[in-house]
């Protein structure tokens, strides 16, 4: 289904989306929960309340010094932290898959989660003798100049003269760009003489949220709802996008100002959970194409609903990743590339299909 087939769909009702709407905010929190409960350790839904309510000062009910700890210091951050990666990454692609015309747009499919790997994995690489707020600004920093650059050589490669991108070909340029920031990585941990650095850059580059603690959870959530606010303003230009560049123009849209602007805060959001949690590939594909089918194509309800579920998805994933195996944790971007792999074959299928019944009746 191209962009101009999804905006010609009849968007679903109000009390429909006041429905979807409702389920995704309720079923947010109810995963959070479960993602406060479960680990190693297991903390009943009631503690976790405690804890969570004493620290707000809400409640009074004593706690032990260590299920503060498990809750409040380290699994509350990394939920956190996970459901703002996934709201952001969802967001981004349903802008991406909007602003090219192409189904199979997300950032981990056009190359810029591996070229804001490749940004931040030099910069931790090569140090930056700072701490705090400093290193979390040079390494976003870093991650934003190699995930801009991606964009451009994916373009490049797809041999883009318009933004109209064909599937295939962009599909197969991300490809090459995933492999060529692939390549510097490897090559990386090869000459790294620290055997733990390096397999720390290798554990890094598969995704995982395991490391988050609070600084790094509210800086994540900090970019996940300013990038997605500055997303939803536009949600009338991208509607409009969505008939194509020329049909654009003719609703008074500046396009070049708004797809820059757009690819440019899409590229900076996504560098930036990337350089803090690692390539986590599929979130960005799935949950938009999901919430289309469910909510219609319009894009004030699109982006908010795709920021609610992909912030689902992403802690449900984590869940998973440290609750599949029982003596140890796996990458969550294992888990999303489980769930998102079958998804993207099924899309190419689908276009594969679609292109052949074309050329049928040609």
């Known amino acids: 289904m191209t962009a101009a087939d999804r905006i010609a769909v ?3 009702g109000p009390s ?7 389920v995704a905010a309720v079923l947010l929190p109810a995963v959070a929960l479960v993602g406060l409960a479960v680990g190693s350790v297991h903390e009943p839904p009631g503690v976790v309340a405690d804890v969570v309510l004493r620290r707000l000062g809400l409640g009074s009910s004593p706690v032990t010094l260590l299920d503060d700890q498990i809750v409040w210091q380290l699994r ?6 996970a459901a703002a990666t996934g709201a952001g990454l969802a967001v981004c692609g349903a802008v991406l898959q909007t602003l090219t ?10 190359g810029i989660s591996d070229g804001a790997a490749v940004g931040a994995v030099t910069v931790i690489v090569l140090g930056v003798g700072a701490t705090g707020a400093a290193a979390t600004g040079a390494l976003s ?3 934003f100049v190699g995930a801009l650059l991606a964009v451009v050589v994916v373009l490049a490669l797809a041999g883009a003269r318009t933004w109209s991108l064909p599937a295939a070909r962009t599909v197969l340029a991300g490809i090459a760009v995933g492999q060529m920031c692939a390549a510097y990585t490897s090559f990386v941990v090869l000459v790294l003489g620290d055997r733990d650095a390096a397999r720390g850059v290798m554990e890094w580059t598969l995704g995982s949220v395991a490391g988050v603690r609070w600084h790094t959870a509210l800086f994540l959530t900090a970019v996940a709802v ?8 536009a949600a009338r230009d991208l509607d409009a996008f969505a008939f194509g560049e020329t049909a654009a123009r003719s609703f008074g849209v500046p396009v070049e100002r708004v797809r820059w602007a757009l690819v440019a805060t899409a590229a900076l959001v996504t560098a930036c959970l990337v350089a803090h949690t690692g390539v986590i590939g599929f979130v960005g594909l799935v949950v938009p194409h999901v919430v289309r089918l469910v909510c219609g194509p319009r894009h004030a309800l699109l982006l908010p609903m795709s920021a609610l579920l992909g912030a689902s998805l992403l802690v449900g994933s984590d869940i998973v990743a440290r609750s599949v195996l029982s003596d140890r944790e796996i990458p969550v971007g294992i888990v999303t590339a489980g769930l998102g792999a079958p998804f993207f074959a099924w899309l190419l299928w689908r276009q594969g299909r679609k292109g052949s019944a074309a050329g049928g009746r040609s």
């Open 76 to 81: 509350l951050p990394r939920v956190l932290g």
């Open 16 to 22: 429909r989306a006041a429905v979807a709407l409702a």
């Open 141 to 143: 920093a870093a991650a």
């Open 10 to 12: 009849r968007p679903a």
């Open 101 to 110: 015309g192409n189904d199979l747009a997300d950032p981990y499919l056009l």
């Open 226 to 233: 300013v990038g997605t606010l500055v997303m939803v303003t």
